[in-house]
């Protein structure tokens, strides 16, 4: 039996240094006979197993270029079961593909656990290249982990309020290289004041594991405002700023005319 692992095509140095093999790469192996085995020496189906990247889209493609080629009875697919995404509402993103986080579950009364999905085009991919899960990445993961327990699990009491979220504090601990393979991320509620619906406050630990290795933590302490009062809040401050930028600015004398 052959088992490749396939991984999106921003993990092509993963792939070169493991024999995993990209999207791009594999419809072009495919389409060459590359992956056909020797009728004179067979070595089982050919298992494409899903890593982080690869899209249904992609999947499509894949599974109809093994059909073109006769490949299909000889090929076992092994998809990623993830679950669904979390969605907009839980994890302030507009765009689905930058979702980092899907089948997030309760454990017990303060434990959470979801996995990390990685699209191909996640935006803090888009301009980075690297074998491993970029450190943002995972940060990022952290918020969205965040976002969607309060919000599904606590901030939810109030269904008629919309919570607007600002970190306090974080602390992140990087000890092993995240791959883009199966990833799972762990969150505790350490502690969580609810007495005041206008302004929640949570204390949250998220951990990522891989490989049963514990590859980062990130402890973040923050507060959910209501919308509203947070867009007021926002507004002083954003005022206050404009102000004292203004009183830095060199005297117009002193300018550069514009032509």
Not at 86 to 97: G, I, Q, S, V
Request: proline share 5%; with cysteine; hydrophobic share 40%.
């Amino acid at each position: 039996m052959n088992t490749l692992f396939v991984v999106g095509d921003r993990y092509a140095a993963f792939a070169d240094q493991t024999g995993a093999v990209t999207v791009s790469r594999l419809v072009s192996e495919i389409r060459a006979g590359a992956l056909r085995p020797p009728a004179q020496d067979p070595v089982g189906p050919l298992v494409l197993a899903e890593g982080q990247g690869v899209s249904p889209y992609d999947w499509e493609l894949i599974v109809a270029e093994l059909a073109r080629q006769g490949m299909s009875d000889g090929t076992r697919i092994l998809r990623a079961e993830r679950g669904t995404p979390a969605t907009r509402a839980e994890t302030h993103k507009h765009r689905e593909r930058n979702v980092l986080i899907a089948g997030l579950t309760r454990t017990d009364e303060h434990t959470f656990t979801a996995s990390l999905r990685i699209d191909n085009d996640e935006e803090l991919q888009l301009d980075h290249q690297a074998s491993h899960v970029q450190g943002m990445v995972l940060l990022e993961a952290a918020r969205q982990m965040y976002l969607a327990v309060c919000e599904r699990h606590y901030a939810s009491r109030w269904p008629e309020r919309h919570y607007a979220y600002v970190f306090e504090s974080l602390h992140t601990t990087f000890r092993n290289f995240v791959f883009p393979l199966e990833t799972t991320i762990r969150c505790q509620v350490l502690g969580a004041d609810l007495s005041d619906p206008e302004l929640l406050s949570f204390d949250v630990q998220v951990d990522f594991g891989q490989a049963r290795l514990h590859a980062a933590g990130v402890r973040m302490v923050g507060t959910a405002f209501d919308r509203e009062l947070m867009a007021r809040k926002e507004a002083r401050g954003a005022q206050r700023s404009v102000r004292q930028a203004l009183r830095g600015l060199p005297a117009p004398a002193d300018l550069v005319p514009a032509g």
